[in-house]
């Protein structure tokens, strides 16, 4: 007996169980998952066997070629046969395999909404105890004492005592500066005064004349009268 012959049988003869399992609701997702994946393994394991009695089937085919033909055409009709078998179990593995992704997707979406369920009622509970009003207010009055805050803060880091104009103060230091420099130039005798007389010209050369001398004697004379 094959093993899909027994599946079938051990499922035929577990109904009894089946009925047990639809009182309680039917099986779990869990428990079907493991059973597709069982069905999927004892399927594979049967391609395998499958496929090694194909290659044989081909050995025997070469081996007897025109000496047995007939041999040789009855192992190509078991190799028909079981290439048949192999793709039918093709087909129902592609079937399983969606069915099991698409019980495995259910079976994660169920536990998602469950989960977020699950959260909502925790914020529900969590908001119970919360007043929209009362937070309004209480948010009114959070920004009245950051304002007051802000007020107190300026106050108190704002110039204390009397305020002055600062272009007032520099223009009576400027006029402060300027008094201070005349009474410096008063204590150092004041400016010094421009000669009226001509001044000296250079001293001559050694090689002007004694005539040159007489001249600048008779205009030093003639300064010095001006002068008194």
């Known amino acids: 007996m094959s093993k899909i012959s027994k599946l ?57 070629g025109t000496k047995n033909k007939r041999a040789a055409l009855q192992a190509l009709k078991r190799k028909k046969r ?7 179990i093709d087909g129902t593995l592609s079937t399983i395999e969606f069915q099991r992704e698409a019980l495995e997707n259910s079976h994660t979406n169920t536990e998602v909404l469950k989960n977020m369920g699950f959260a909502a009622k925790a914020m529900k509970k969590v908001h119970e105890n919360m007043d929209v009003d009362k937070i309004d207010d209480l948010m ?9 805050a802000q007020e107190i803060s300026n106050a108190i880091s704002g110039p204390f005592g009397e305020t ?14 300027q008094e201070a420099l005349e ?16 001044l000296p010209s250079a001293q001559p050369s050694r090689r002007g004349t004694t005539k040159k001398r007489v001249e600048d004697d008779d205009d030093m004379r003639m300064l010095a009268s001006w002068a008194t």
Do not use: C, W
């Not at 290439?83 to 039918?88: A, D, H, P």
């Not at 002055?164 to 500066?177: K, P, R, W």
């Not at 009474?183 to 421009?194: F, I």
């Open 164 to 177: 002055f104009d600062e272009d007032e103060l520099l223009a009576e230091l400027e006029e402060l500066e």
């Open 8 to 64: 079938f049988k051990g499922s035929s003869s577990s109904s009894s169980s089946s009925k047990h399992h639809r009182s309680r609701g039917g099986p779990s997702p869990q428990e079907a998952i493991h059973k597709l994946r069982e069905t999927e393994e004892m399927l594979t394991k049967k391609q395998d066997y499958l496929e090694k009695r194909i290659e044989q089937e081909i050995m025997i085919a070469k081996k007897n």
């Open 183 to 198: 009474d410096n130039m008063k204590s150092m005798g004041g400016l010094p005064s421009v000669p009226s007389s001509r």
């Open 140 to 148: 009114q009055d959070i920004t009245e004492q950051q304002d007051v």
């Open 82 to 88: 079981l290439e048949q078998q192999l793709t039918q």
